[in-house]
Structure formats: structure tokens, C-alpha cells
């Protein structure tokens, strides 16, 4: 079982700044998508957030382009969720994710992710 090790979730002020991290294997970290869901409510879809084709191109969903962006660091086989101007409603569980990837420029769907970490708590007050 594949292992994604979440970390820097937290409580801020509308208008604050987080930095998700979560780490994965070499071997998921350099063929896999990866991507960053997020869910506002138990019961609720998880919604795909941001995403990594494993060949290093990026996706960030509208909703959230301008404000998050994702990265990566290869050497500690890590991506991070870079969210700046936080409100209220991105109050969420955060989760990364990864998916088998068809090559090294595809962006995997959101169905495809299969793989998940044990999620991160955001909570944005006003």
C-alpha cells in the first residue's frame, strides 16, 4: 500500500496563508500524478484542487487559480499546496492524492486517483 504522508494543515485568518506538504515513495513521486483534493463536508465528493502530470506540468482548478499553487521538490519527493488569500470557504479536509500516470504528459483525471493520505484539516475563520 502506497504511503502519502500529509502535513501543514491549520487554523487562520481570512486573508492567511498555509502550506500544504505531502510525501510519497521515489518510485510513486516520479512516474505518478499527484494531485491535492479537498472535501468541505463529510459525505461530500472530494473535489480535485491542483495536480502534477509526473513529467512536472501543472493544473490548478479555476476556482482557486490566483490564489493556491502547487510545487514540487524532486529531491525530497514532496509536493506542496501553496494557498494564499484564504477565506472561509476553503474551510476543508485537504488530501493529496496520486494515479498511474499514461506518460509523462498526462494530467490524470480526477476518477483515476485511486491512492489517498489520511487528509489535512484546514479551518479559515472571518
Known amino acids: 500500500q502506497v504511503q502519502l504522508e500529509e502535513s501543514g494543515g491549520g487554523s487562520v485568518q481570512d486573508g492567511g496563508s498555509l502550506r500544504l506538504s505531502c510525501s510519497a515513495p521515489e518510485t510513486i513521486f516520479s512516474t505518478n500524478c499527484m494531485g491535492w483534493f479537498r472535501r468541505q463536508a463529510p459525505g461530500n465528493e472530494r473535489e480535485l484542487v491542483a495536480s502534477f502530470a509526473s513529467g512536472g506540468s501543472t493544473l490548478v482548478k479555476d476556482p482557486w487559480r490566483g490564489r493556491f499553487t502547487i510545487s514540487r521538490d524532486k529531491v525530497k519527493n514532496t509536493i506542496y499546496l501553496h494557498m494564499n488569500s484564504l477565506k472561509p470557504e476553503d474551510t476543508a479536509m485537504y488530501y493529496c492524492?496520486?494515479?498511474?500516470?499514461?506518460?509523462?504528459?498526462?494530467?490524470?483525471?480526477?476518477?483515476?486517483?485511486?491512492?489517498w493520505g489520511q487528509g489535512t484539516q484546514v479551518n479559515v475563520s472571518s
Open positions: 492524492a496520486t494515479a498511474p500516470s499514461r506518460h509523462a504528459g498526462y494530467m490524470c483525471r480526477s476518477q483515476e486517483y485511486r491512492t
